[in-house]
């Protein structure tokens, strides 16, 4: 069973980095690209962008280009998303996401970040 | 980036009856190689988004077959035959032709 794990909600302080996993299981990590989508408060969903495991390369919404950081522990089977210099704009649920292709078919249970001080 | 458009934001539908749902493009999501690069998720009150067709027409494993997906190259319809509760969420459609992917606004279906 393909089952996308991620790390507990947080509450980060204005100006400071959070860090995120997604631990990937039932299926080989590093044959599927793995995405973030960011869901503001009752808004839709926002594509953040995405890694590739088995080369370590990466893609970005131009949107979140200097804000988000993704990587890839391959060892671990672990996805994780950076977002540095936090402010309320962030504050929302982020998910990790498999890409099979050309869209995403399984997902992450969220991960809500707070920014509040 | 290409922008996708929903409507209606929300639908109010009898238990058993038909809801429609239209995702209109910005750019055409046809490939060269016959595909149609337009999917359909939905996000049930408190969970996550559910993968539910690939593609225009293509059922994910599971879902059942009341759901079908349709459209051309730039406008898409979902449509739900025989609502059931169970159906109750917001469904987006989103592509997945070329980066940035994008969604569409999301369409709220509430029951009667």
């Known amino acids: 069973e393909v089952k996308l794990q991620q790390s507990g909600d947080e509450l980060v302080r204005p100006g400071a980095s959070v860090k995120m996993s997604c631990k990937a299981s039932?299926?080989?990590?590093?044959?599927?690209?793995m995405h973030w989508v960011k869901q503001s408060p009752g808004q839709g969903l926002e594509w953040i962008g995405t890694i590739i495991p088995l080369i370590d390369t990466t893609s970005y919404n131009q949107k979140f280009k200097g804000k988000a950081t993704l990587t890839a522990d391959k060892s671990s089977n672990t996805a994780y998303m950076e977002l540095s210099r936090l402010t309320s704009e962030d504050s929302a649920v982020y998910y990790c996401?498999?890409?099979?292709?050309?869209?995403?078919?399984?997902w992450g249970q969220g991960v809500m970040v707070t920014v509040s001080s | 980036d290409i922008v996708m458009t929903q409507a209606p934001l929300s639908v109010s539908v009898t238990p058993g009856e038909s809801a429609s749902i239209s995702c209109r493009s910005s750019k055409s999501l046809l490939h060269s190689n016959g595909n149609t690069y337009v999917n359909w998720y939905l996000q049930k009150p408190g969970k996550s988004p559910q993968f539910l067709i690939y593609r225009m027409s293509n059922l994910a494993s599971g879902v059942p077959d009341r759901f079908s997906g349709s459209g051309s190259e730039t406008d898409f319809t979902l449509k739900i035959s025989k609502v059931e509760t169970e159906d109750v969420g917001v469904y987006y459609c989103g592509h997945g032709l070329e980066y940035p992917y994008t969604f569409g606004a999301g369409t709220k279906l509430e029951l009667k």
């Open positions: 996401a498999r890409e099979t292709g050309d869209y995403f078919d399984y």
């Open positions: 039932g299926y080989t990590f590093t044959d599927y690209a």
